[in-house]
């Protein structure tokens, strides 16, 4: 993470006001791999497709599109913009930044939000992650050939009641996690996503192209595709806005933070486009792999966990080499994590080794033993550790697990995205990121600084006070 191995970190520059200087990515399109790897998780797997059928198809696309262009894009761009301006982890580049601007310096909780968000992020995505592994080997060895649904529905359960087991795997992905992210950005992370997400998408595209051949391929594409505008409520349409932000991992520290590797000649917004394409083009096939196998395998349509962890295995078990090709799919969900867990371990570690002035491995034990020891406390919860919790006037009985996805989306996620567009639109003053924004048009500056200034705050706040509507 730091540009030398020596860690000038520990010098903590940031006490001074100083900027602190980060290792650089090798390239401009390893960027865009490792950051479109870290927006590509597990929503697009199991929310995506049932959000599209559920409001209208092609109807609800138009909307989201219109929300990634609106929202997701110019969010992003400021977020990559802030971390290559503070050259620092969220927490220090927003202590910089708002040192630059002058600004009341309470800004610098939306740098505390970011961090604390990825952390615990990292802790149940691990969880989430491990239970990937298993259905990847036991599928593998046969374990759910010929189950009924009932069946698969019990595997499931098992799985989850089982907390010896989820420890097991928990503990091996946050280990290979913490020995990638542990090597820094050229020999651990670069390494990584130079290798794993073209594999995601060609394994993908291939995917994509064993469905096309299926009969059930035209009329997967036609309820994807065509618009059925009047099952486009007004849910439907936060639903849109909502996957818009939440699908590129905005509101976290995590793109922030990879921004700050940037070189200060990468055009940023040509490359917010691209990590943006990317992302979309990305549930845009895994929708169709998704739905093309469950009408073959004539499956009914779900959402979550238990589309990825019964719907599919049981639609997989009835179309031709679905047996080989759910240990491919699982496959692909394995390296969609490992991707989004190394980004949200960045700014946490980075911070640490600021704050403390550790070294690289020192800081990754230390972020991965405490996302580690939270992953166990939500494996316990999912038995008899729960309570009633309300949350806007909704009443609902959550476990540990529960609460931590209430804080994260719920809470940290949208509030910082509306405070990271209210910093740079208004607490910055308005030249400040025109160097990092080379726009060739005076104009499309304007208007991303206004889309930051009263746009999206205003979106995110109505959806935000519509989330527990949307995640029912």
């Known amino acids: 993470m730091i540009a030398t191995q020596k860690h000038p970190a520990r010098r903590n520059p940031l006490r001074s006001g100083r900027k602190n200087v980060h290792e650089r990515w090798s390239s401009?399109?390893?960027?865009?791999?490792?950051?479109?790897?870290?927006?590509?998780?597990?929503?697009?797997?199991?929310?995506?497709?049932?959000?599209?059928?559920?409001?209208?198809?092609?109807?609800?696309?138009?909307?989201?599109?219109?929300?990634?262009?609106?929202?997701?894009?110019?969010?992003?761009?400021?977020?990559?913009?802030?971390?290559?301006?503070?050259?620092?982890?969220?927490?220090?580049?927003?202590?910089?930044?708002?040192?630059?601007?002058?600004?009341?310096?309470?800004?610098?909780?939306?740098?505390?939000?970011?961090?604390?968000?990825?952390?615990?992020?990292l802790s149940y995505l691990s969880v989430i992650a491990g239970w990937v592994i298993a259905y990847m080997l036991r599928a593998a060895f046969g374990v759910y050939a010929g189950l009924t649904a009932d069946g698969m529905s019990a595997q499931f359960a098992q799985m989850v009641k089982d907390p010896e087991r989820q420890l097991f795997w928990h503990t091996l992905f946050m280990t290979i996690t913490m020995l990638v992210a542990a090597r820094g950005v050229r020999h651990g992370l670069e390494t990584v996503v130079r290798?794993?997400?073209?594999?995601?998408?060609?394994?993908?595209?291939a995917l994509t192209v064993y469905v096309a051949t299926t009969d059930a391929f035209a009329h997967a594409v036609s309820v994807f595709f065509l618009p059925d505008f009047s099952k486009l409520t007004g849910m439907g349409v936060l639903a849109a806005v909502s996957h818009a932000f939440f699908s590129l991992g905005l509101g976290a520290g995590a793109m922030l933070m990879y921004g700050a590797y940037l070189g200060a000649d990468a055009p940023i917004p040509r490359l917010s486009f691209y990590v943006v394409g990317l992302d979309t083009l990305t549930s845009l096939a895994v929708s169709l792999v998704v739905l093309s196998i469950l009408f073959a395998g004539n499956v009914e349509?779900?959402?979550?966990?238990?589309?990825?962890?019964?719907?599919?295995?049981?639609?997989?078990?009835?179309?031709?080499?679905?047996?080989?090709?759910?240990?491919?799919?699982?496959?692909?969900?394995v390296v969609a994590a490992l991707t989004s867990a190394i980004s949200l371990a960045e700014p946490v570690m980075v911070w640490l080794s600021e704050q403390f002035g550790m070294s690289l491995q020192r800081s990754a034990i230390l972020c991965g033993i405490g996302a580690w020891s939270l992953g166990v406390i939500t494996i316990l919860s999912f038995h008899d550790w729960a309570f009633s919790f309300q949350l806007f006037g909704v009443v609902r009985n959550l476990g540990f697990f529960d609460v931590m996805q209430v804080l994260t989306a719920h809470v940290l996620l949208p509030v910082s995205g509306i405070l990271i567009a209210f910093f740079t639109g208004w607490a910055l003053k308005p030249d400040m990121m025109r160097e990092a924004l080379p726009l060739r048009q005076a104009w499309l500056y304007r208007a991303w600084l206004w889309l930051l200034r009263l746009v999206i705050p205003v979106l995110l706040l109505i959806v935000l006070f519509n989330l527990p509507e949307l995640f029912a």
């Open 195 to 205: 290798y794993a997400v073209p594999l995601l998408l060609g394994v993908l595209l």
């Open 301 to 333: 349509l779900s959402s979550g966990p238990s589309l990825v962890f019964q719907s599919l295995p049981l639609a997989f078990d009835h179309i031709p080499y679905g047996r080989i090709l759910i240990v491919v799919f699982f496959g692909l969900l």
């Open 28 to 121: 401009r399109g390893i960027f865009v791999l490792a950051a479109g790897g870290a927006a590509i998780g597990f929503n697009n797997f199991w929310q995506f497709p049932y959000l599209a059928i559920e409001h209208g198809g092609g109807a609800f696309l138009i909307v989201y599109l219109l929300s990634v262009l609106l929202i997701g894009l110019p969010l992003l761009m400021a977020e990559f913009a802030l971390g290559r301006s503070g050259r620092a982890s969220p927490i220090g580049a927003f202590r910089f930044m708002t040192q630059r601007a002058r600004a009341n310096p309470l800004w610098k909780v939306v740098g505390w939000m970011g961090v604390l968000s990825v952390f615990l992020i």
